[in-house]
């Protein structure tokens, strides 16, 4: 039986979000701007998005690898939200009902109502104007991004999320200056079944005290290699998370945790949990896939279909998934995921596979 993977990541993580459509736009001048972490360029073209009834044509753009970018000036003007800029600390922040989100021109880290994370996609400023990642930017803000390849036209519609506020919480030790530990979590506020939402929060403190339990013995465990020495290499533990479905009495979510203890990388996974928001209890891959009897079948089928499609190269052959598999709930699917060297090589990351939930009813 395959082992359960135990850390993850950050950045590389949340660098899997699902990226924006990749077609074409039509050929424009490029204009080339730098993020913290690589070079990065902007075409710049008109966009098609529909909002409801309305096509409309928007100031926007594509980077090299296909992610669509929008102006700033667009998120206030047709979708209401609230949007500012302040030029001393080069930092746009974009606000809606419950959700603050702010980010630094030509950096990789955002923060969304005192959440900070990463993810691949810069904000990005040319000639004055503001270019935000589209997807990356509305689906944190509660929208569901489309797109149609024949017309090439971006969709965008508002998700009526479940009326409840996740609060961020977080701690950081620093032993030394070459180790520390840092952990952020989600709790539950607002939500109308209290003892739904405290079952929840509790389970998630559990879980965050099993990650600092680990933290400090790992720490504790270099000192000892160490012969109660600092080793010469930086020491991390970091918790992080992303939250993937907040919809219809359900939340699902995945925490991200990352390690270096040496070596040639740090080691990284993740652990999702899917919950009902109606009794506060874990829900189970069959019981998201309408407790299809089949499930399994269904889920292999479709995983061996994608793999064949990507032609990924294996460490070794899929069979079946986990009676323990690892899965979170995104927009209209399932997602199934496997861990670093689960089936392919690290170099590959966590592999996952997106299925609609349609495929079970």
Do not use: C
């Not at 994370?117 to 991004?145: H, N």
């Not at 994608?306 to 927009?331: C, H, M, T, V, W």
């Amino acid at each position: 039986m395959k082992k359960k993977m135990f850390s993850v990541k950050i950045a590389l993580a949340t660098a899997l979000l699902v990226a924006a459509s990749s077609a074409l736009l039509p050929q424009q001048a490029s204009v080339y701007a730098q993020s913290d972490s690589v070079d990065f360029s902007v075409q710049l073209a008109t966009i098609n998005i529909q909002i409801g009834d309305q096509l409309l044509s928007v100031p926007g753009g594509k980077s090299k690898d296909g992610d669509t970018y929008v102006g700033l000036a667009f998120l206030s003007k047709e979708l209401g939200l609230t949007t500012s800029w302040d030029a001393t600390t080069k930092t746009v922040t974009v606000s809606g009902p419950n959700k603050t989100i702010s980010m630094q021109n030509q950096s990789t880290q955002y923060a969304l109502n005192g959440h900070t994370f990463f993810a691949p996609l810069p904000p990005v400023i040319i000639d004055g104007t503001t270019y935000l990642p589209l997807r990356l930017l509305l689906e944190q803000m509660g929208y569901s991004i489309g797109y149609n390849d024949k017309s090439r036209v971006v969709s965008i519609s508002k998700i009526k999320e479940n009326e409840l506020k996740l609060t961020n919480k977080s701690e950081t030790q620093t032993k030394s200056d070459n180790r520390s530990i840092s952990l952020q979590y989600p709790q539950i506020e607002g939500w109308a079944n209290s003892a739904a939402s405290t079952k929840i929060n509790t389970f998630i403190q559990n879980e965050i005290a099993k990650y600092r339990a680990a933290a400090i013995q790992q720490l504790a465990d270099l000192t000892e290699d160490s012969n109660g020495n600092e080793p010469d290499f930086p020491n991390t533990f970091d918790v992080n998370y992303q939250i993937t479905y907040n919809q219809d009495h359900k939340l699902s979510l995945y925490f991200i945790v990352y390690t270096f203890s040496g070596g040639a990388h740090g080691f990284y996974s993740w652990d999702a949990h899917t919950f009902d928001l109606d009794t506060g209890n874990e829900l189970t891959l069959q019981q998201v896939t309408s407790n299809n009897t089949t499930y399994k079948t269904i889920i292999n089928q479709e995983i061996k279909k994608q793999l064949k499609a990507n032609d990924y190269e294996l460490i070794e052959p899929f069979e079946s998934i986990r009676n323990d598999q690892g899965f979170y709930l995104k927009d209209d699917t399932v997602v199934v995921y496997f861990g670093l060297y689960e089936y392919a090589p690290y170099a590959l990351g966590i592999l996952e596979f997106p299925i609609p939930l349609s495929d079970f009813k």
